[in-house]
């Protein structure tokens, strides 16, 4: 498509359930990067992948945290037994390859908002 | 740590000129970003700065001041639909683990009225 296209758009999840949220990223685009926004808050990073490079995953803040991507595809990222606390607005992005130039902007996804009971 | 601080809110008037400031204390610098966020949306990219000066696009200019470890973005002849949010974020390694990950500011609301 034509931007980054995430899903779902909103999910409900009762406490201690896992969750995953996909995203699709910009087709050409091989960087790829989530992120979470917590109302009030700025953007965190979660995790980021680059073509075949093993993935920088210094941003989780867990180990009920995952995400795994597919080649320079789709990427997925899961929260096992969510607490309350993992409330946010989930942003993926994506990129060109910004390991040549620091100037490649990251674009947007809408998001999924997952709200815990 | 890093830390990226900006205005929680402003308020201007439409056909103004507002100037959102923005300073930043990171462990490195690799580049400074603007993003416009309206309310329930995706981040759309406004600027890059990485050299000091001004970056100029369109009604929208961006500066930077790497000695400084501050930065403004500078909107002119405003229109209502520039109500939105406006993110600062730095991109703060080199190289190595976090090298292409944004830190961003908590981001300013800016309200444009008639």
């Known amino acids: 498509g034509a931007g980054v296209s995430q899903s779902p758009s909103n999910k409900v999840t009762e406490k201690g359930k896992d969750v995953e949220l996909r995203c699709d990223p910009i087709?050409?685009?091989?960087?790829l990067y989530w992120y979470r926004q917590r109302l009030g808050q700025g953007l965190e990073f979660l995790i980021y992948?680059?073509?075949?490079?093993?993935?920088?995953k210094s941003g989780l803040p867990s180990d009920r945290f995952s995400a795994e991507r597919t080649g320079e595809s789709v990427s997925t990222l899961t929260i096992q037994r969510t607490q309350q606390e993992d409330s946010a607005v989930y942003l993926c992005?994506?990129?060109?390859?910004?390991?040549?130039?620091?100037?490649?902007?990251?674009?947007f996804g809408d998001g999924t908002r997952l709200s815990i009971l | 740590g890093q830390n990226i601080d900006q205005p929680t809110e402003m308020t201007a008037t439409e056909g103004a000129i507002v100037q959102i400031n923005c300073t930043y204390q990171?462990?490195?610098?690799?580049?400074l970003f603007w993003y416009q966020q309206h309310a329930g949306e995706a981040p759309t990219f406004l600027s890059y700065?990485?050299?000091?000066g001004l970056e100029e696009k369109g009604r929208f200019s961006s500066f930077l001041s790497r000695s400084k470890g501050y930065s403004y973005l500078l909107l002119k002849e405003l229109q209502m639909k520039d109500s939105a949010s406006y993110l600062c974020?730095?991109?703060?390694?080199?190289?190595?683990?976090?090298?292409?990950?944004?830190?961003f500011g908590k981001g300013t609301k800016l309200s444009v009225i008639p």
């Open positions: 700065n990485v050299l000091d």
């Open positions: 974020a730095v991109r703060a390694a080199y190289s190595g683990a976090g090298s292409y990950q944004l830190t």
């Open positions: 990171t462990s490195g610098f690799n580049g």
């Open positions: 087709s050409g685009h091989t960087a």
């Open positions: 992005a994506s990129s060109l390859d910004p390991t040549g130039y620091s100037n490649q902007p990251q674009h």
């Open positions: 992948f680059q073509g075949n490079s093993a993935p920088d």
